[in-house]
């Protein structure tokens, strides 16, 4: 997983966290929404998102020799 990919991630993730803790997601989307936050988060962390690997989707650049 590339570094803007981890970005994008992380940013999302904290503008869900801000919008629903001030109210203006609730209810059973805010928590659906509030999970994928933190699975986006956790997949920055750990550098590898599961659904990439089926696809064969790398967002990491690599160096050419």
Known sequence: MGNTDKLIRVLIAIAIALLYFNGYITG????????????????SFCSLCPLYLPFGIN????KKK
């Open 28 to 43: 059973t989307l805010g928590i659906i929404l509030l999970i994928l936050a933190g699975i986006f988060v956790l997949t």
């Open 59 to 62: 967002t990491c650049k690599t």
